[in-house]
């Protein structure tokens, strides 16, 4: 069985899924590649052979010839074409965040669950990422005893859309949220935001925010998005009894000069790249078999972009807010 599959934006991460899913993943055939620029669209779908393009987002998603969908497209979108998957009753791998806000993600879980059944999975790759894994295994096996304080770092070279704090928190820290979330098996209870030279700093400097859980963990987050020197993601997950920490996938050193180092990447593409490929093969197979692969749901998607705007609001206000989720959806409980 075959899967035709159309892609929404033909982007950075459109174009990397389009070479995923052409050169590493079985099963699919890109059948379309949707982008409001056809000439991108087109060198695209040329570089891994879709036969279709077009601007029109929904003639896709409506198309019989296409059976799955992957929403690329900017944030301000997701909610929207993730809607008109559901209603096509369309199967929908939507990248972060499911939207920046959290009214839209609410519609999109009332609707999957209107049409009766689980359509979304939110490209939360994290969870798929062989570091964060073994890190929720060995936690899970009792190798640092419980778990105390996660603390992150997320750092890219240089803000990939705007530089303003509001930016990192809604379109970057999501990933810590839905990650930690995951890891810690439990969800955020208030944030607070600090910036270094408070409120009065420019814009560009990194954003540090404390999560507090009902589990009781510290979630410790700097958000930086204009550090410059590399793309780079750091956790260590301190516990009772020791830490466990990530380590990047370097696959050599450097000797020269009179050091050693290791080179970092530009952007999310190479450090995530297992967990792109992984994530995406899953989703293939929980089409192939009809049920949720173990990836983020709408109900992941809505409880992230939820601490965001709680973190939009903590920042604006100086204050610690409380984070208050409405209950899960019984739909959503084998997520
Ligand atoms: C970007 O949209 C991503 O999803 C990357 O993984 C993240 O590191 C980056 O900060 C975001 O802007």
């Known amino acids: 069985m075959t899967i035709n599959l159309a892609i929404i934006g033909a982007g950075v991460m459109g174009a990397d899924h389009a070479r995923i899913f052409a050169n590493e993943v079985p099963g699919v055939k890109l059948a379309a590649i949707v982008d409001a620029d056809v000439a991108r669209a087109r060198k695209v779908a040329d570089e891994y052979g879709a036969s279709h393009v077009t601007a029109d987002p929904l003639e896709v998603i409506n198309s019989r010839a296409v059976a799955a969908v992957v929403v690329a497209a900017p944030d301000k979108f997701h909610s929207a074409l993730t809607l008109a998957c559901i209603a096509a009753g369309k199967p929908v791998l939507c990248e972060k965040p499911l939207s920046q806000d959290v009214g839209e993600c609410l519609s999109v879980m009332s609707a999957e669950e209107k049409r009766g059944k689980r359509l979304v999975q939110v490209g939360f790759m994290r969870r798929f990422d062989p570091a964060y894994a073994e890190m929720k295994a060995l936690l899970a096996g009792g190798a640092i005893g419980k778990a105390l304080v996660f603390h992150c770092q997320h750092r890219n ?33 208030a944030v607070s935001v600090f910036r270094p030279g408070g409120a009065a700093a420019p814009a560009t400097v990194p954003v540090q925010m404390v999560l507090e859980t009902a589990g009781g963990a510290l979630v410790n987050l700097e958000v930086n998005i204009n550090a410059a020197y590399g793309y780079d993601v750091r956790g260590e997950l301190v516990g009772e009894k020791g830490s466990i920490e990530l380590r990047n996938p370097d696959v050599t050193s450097r000797n020269a000069a009179l050091a050693r180092s290791t080179a970092y ?37 809505t409880c992230s972009t939820l601490t965001a705007e709680a973190g939009v609001k903590a920042l604006q206000s100086g204050a610690r807010v409380e984070i208050a989720l409405p209950a899960k959806p019984g739909f959503y409980a084998t997520a």
Do not use: C, M
């Open 157 to 189: 070279v240089s803000a990939a859309y705007d530089a303003r704090p509001e930016t990192a928190i809604a379109n970057s820290a999501p990933h810590e949220f839905d990650v930690a979330r995951w890891l810690l098996e439990t969800e955020f209870t």
């Open 265 to 301: 990447p530009a952007d999310w593409r190479p450090r995530f790249a297992e967990a792109y490929r992984r994530q995406n093969i899953a989703w293939v197979k929980s089409l192939e078999q009809g049920k949720p692969s173990h990836g983020a749901s709408a109900w992941d998607g």
